[in-house]
């Protein structure tokens, strides 16, 4: 069955950088968009970034261009998230979701604190 499995996150001071992974399984990882959501205390989730099933086109929200690199290694059926230059309202809940045959597939999220 499809699985994806977030990791990396963790404490980090305001200005620090993490990267986090997500490991895919149970389906032809590199046939597919994946997709970095965000959800924070009290607030909706929300669209990071997204990559085509490639790696060759990319998109991010406005809150995060400039400072976040989504990328993937189809070889190890994995995508990243690189995240510089943090800040405090970055802290949330951070999952990866495919859309695979009309239905999402998400993990169960990473947590990110931005706090000093």
């Known amino acids: 069955q499809v699985q994806l499995v977030e990791s990396g996150g963790g404490l980090v001071q305001p200005g620090g950088s993490l990267r986090l992974s997500c490991a895919a399984s149970?389906?032809?990882?590199?046939?597919?968009?994946t997709s970095w959501y965000r959800q924070a205390p009290g607030k909706e989730r929300e669209l990071v970034a997204n990559?085509?099933?490639?790696?060759?086109?990319?998109n991010y929200a406005d809150s995060v261009k400039g400072r976040f690199t989504i990328s993937r290694d189809n070889a190890k059926n994995t995508v990243y998230l690189q995240m510089n230059s943090l800040k405090p309202e970055d802290t949330a809940v951070y999952y990866c979701?495919?859309?695979?045959?009309?239905?999402?597939?998400w993990g169960k999220g990473t947590l990110v604190t931005v706090s000093s």
């Open positions: 149970g389906f032809t990882f590199s046939n597919y968009a």
């Open positions: 990559i085509i099933s490639t790696g060759g086109s990319t």
């Open positions: 979701k495919v859309r695979r045959q009309g239905m999402d597939y």
